[in-house]
């Protein structure tokens, strides 16, 4: 449970961390500024503010990489500073493991492990694959092959990833439809078919997964086979199963979040966190 414990306070402080800027300038829906002849103080005085979908930094400008190709596409040409902002995304997660954006930042994965918990609770039983992992990728690119077509961002018209906070902050609706279709799947349709398989997003970070330093690796002799990891996986069970037939030292594929979710629930403590792709 530790892995987990540690993930759950990083998923909310992100949440906190994108809501925080406005609010404390007096903007959103809980704002104080209304009818003052003051010039207002802006979220982007503050050294962070945005969304997951652009942010600024100390002044530099963060891209989620999908909504950059989705703006490049739509707009027909490059933008050198949202080129910049989208490569030191892909680098840094890219470097650390590109789907732990997904574990450990993406609000809607943490909606999705709510949805499990309820379901849970509610002993609402679904299947757990009803669609292929790699369906995301192609999603992915229909998403910027579109926004070439009409001319706009289309996902970023009904993501739910920056909806949880710009609703919560402006009580904007902008992607709560998308988000609420998201939990209905959870619940009763496919565990987690968000995350595995439909994300675009998800889809960008899978694609270059395997480069990541941050991996789940075993040790056989510890493992008694009794798949509890593969119960508890946020990405998919499958990509465990090389590790645990005893063909691979190493989680490999692109998929895995490094959520720790495997490591905590081993109960041989088989599973364990280690830095490079070097198998030891
Ligand atoms: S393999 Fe383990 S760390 Fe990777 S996504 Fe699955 S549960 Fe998380
Ligand atoms: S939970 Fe641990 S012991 Fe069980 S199959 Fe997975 S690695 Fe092996």
């Keep these: 449970m530790k892995v987990t414990i540690i993930r759950r306070v990083v998923q909310l402080a992100v949440l906190v961390l994108f809501c925080l800027p406005p609010l404390l300038a ?3 829906v809980f704002g104080l500024f209304a009818g003052s002849d003051e010039q207002m103080p802006t979220p982007a005085d503050g050294v962070f503010f945005g969304s997951l979908s652009s ?3 100390g002044g530099v400008t ?5 909504a950059a190709l989705e703006v490049f596409a739509a707009s027909h040409s490059l933008e050198l500073a949202a080129l910049v902002g989208a490569l030191l995304v892909l680098v840094v997660y890219g470097i650390i493991r590109s789907r732990a954006f997904c574990g450990w930042v993406c609000p809607v994965n943490l909606l999705g492990e709510g949805a499990d918990w309820l379901r849970r609770k509610l002993g609402i039983a679904v299947p757990e694959r009803t669609v292929p992992r790699r369906t995301k ?3 992915a690119a229909a998403v910027v092959g579109l926004s070439a077509l009409v001319g706009f961002p289309v996902f970023e018209a009904v993501s739910p990833i920056g909806a949880m906070n710009k609703g919560l902050v402006f009580g904007g609706i902008a992607g709560m439809g998308t988000l609420a279709a998201v939990l209905v799947a959870e619940l009763f349709f496919s565990r987690r078919i968000w995350c595995r398989s439909l994300c675009p997003l998800g889809g960008v970070y899978q694609a270059i997964g395997r480069a990541g330093q941050v991996n789940v690796a075993i040790n056989h002799e510890a493992c008694i086979h009794c798949d509890q990891c593969k119960a508890a996986c946020l990405a998919d069970p499958v990509i465990l199963e090389p590790a645990v037939d005893g063909d691979e030292l190493l989680v490999r594929a692109g998929d ?3 959520c720790g979710a495997c490591v905590d ?3 041989t403590e088989a599973l364990r966190f280690q830095l490079g792709r070097r198998p030891r």
């Excluded at 963060?62 to 999908?66: G, H, I, K, Q, S």
């Design 62 to 66: 963060l891209f989620d990489p999908l």
């Design 137 to 139: 990728l192609v999603v």
């Design 265 to 267: 629930a081993c109960p």
């Design 55 to 57: 942010s600024s930094v």
């Design 26 to 28: 007096g903007w959103g």
């Design 256 to 258: 895995c979040m490094v």
